[in-house]
């Protein structure tokens, strides 16, 4: 198994998921199998945040901005599906935007918004964006399938950063994976409760959730495809000469983490660190480039500072 993951900035649009299902076919050449974790399209999770702000203060706060998502989503599905299957898919599209906005209108009328109903909200995000990615996929790989994460990443109830039960959650990925088969197309971010409450991972979930997937399966290596060229020296905005680095240690990666860099955060690492499955770090928009790999060999180059915060 070899699994890879593409943030927000990978699958903003759908000329960016035509380029993600290239990284895949390439992917399916070198390995016999491949499961896909995909994030919320770029920047959705943020405005579904200030939806469900927006709905605290009333229903007509939210009605014009709404119309903004729906339209995003349906253009998705026109540019990555055929004319052929495009009914069902936007029907499908269409009925899970009809739940959000039932559920922020419900918000809007009682003005008050829990953990729960927020992790239900923003769920929305790479539930959809995962079932567009996977029809549209079915383009380049036919056996490509939706596969929501809810049905076999189980937490506790700490909504906005639960806590996953590996014991559980190592089993049923096992099953599902070995039950279901086919290149499946992951949500990421999101889990659930053993009562069927949608839960989110916090900080950085869909790389958590590619981690979490990545070790139950025992998997080849994991991919963390975004928009850098990897784990870099120092922030580039600030350091003009900063560069990517080739390799890092687990620990190094969360030290790096620990004082500032944004790329890779310590609990993605470790799942995958304690079965060594090392962990690439890769940029969507130069799929040629090596990019940085972390695993629990040190490098031996010349460099002997990884960064500076």
């Not at 895949?24 to 390995?31: L, R």
């Not at 419900?106 to 923003?122: F, N, Y």
């Not at 069927?196 to 916090?202: A, F, I, M, P, S």
């Not at 990666?253 to 499955?277: D, N, W």
């Amino acid at each position: 198994m070899y699994v890879l993951k593409f943030g927000g900035s990978s699958v903003a649009n759908a000329e960016r998921i035509k380029g993600v299902a290239e990284i895949v076919v390439s992917a399916k050449k070198k390995h016999k199998q491949v499961a896909v974790v995909i994030s919320a399209l770029g920047g959705v999770t943020d405005e579904l945040i200030a939806h469900t702000n927006g709905a605290l203060q009333g229903e007509e706060n939210i009605k014009e901005t709404f119309k903004k998502v729906e339209t995003r989503h349906y253009e998705a599905v026109k540019a990555l599906v055929p004319v052929q299957r495009q009914t069902q898919v936007l029907g499908n599209v269409v009925h899970t935007l009809n739940q959000l906005y039932d559920i922020l209108k419900g918000i809007s009328l009682i003005r008050e918004v829990s953990p729960k109903t927020h992790d239900l909200v923003i769920s929305f995000g790479e539930r959809l964006s995962a079932y567009i990615v996977s029809e549209g996929l079915k383009e380049y790989v036919k056996d490509a399938a939706f596969a929501d994460a809810r049905q076999f990443i189980k937490t506790n109830g700490d909504f906005g950063n639960a806590k996953v039960n590996f014991s559980k959650t190592n089993k049923l990925i096992r099953e599902y994976f070995a039950n279901t088969k086919g290149t499946h197309v992951v949500t990421g971010f999101i889990a659930s409760t053993d009562n069927g409450d949608t839960t989110t991972l916090g900080r950085s979930g869909s790389d958590y959730t590619a981690s979490i997937v990545g070790a139950a399966l025992k998997a080849e290596a994991i991919e963390i495809w975004t928009d850098v060229d990897g784990i870099l020296t120092a922030d580039p905005r600030k350091v003009a000469q900063a560069f990517p680095l080739k390799q890092v240690t687990y620990e190094e990666a969360m030290e790096l983490s620990h004082f500032g860099a944004k790329v890779i955060f310590p609990a993605t690492m470790q799942p995958a660190m304690a079965l060594k499955i090392p962990i690439w770090v890769k940029n969507t928009f130069k799929p040629e480039y090596e990019g940085t790999i972390i695993s629990h060999k040190a490098s031996a180059d010349d460099h002997p500072v990884k960064g500076i915060s």
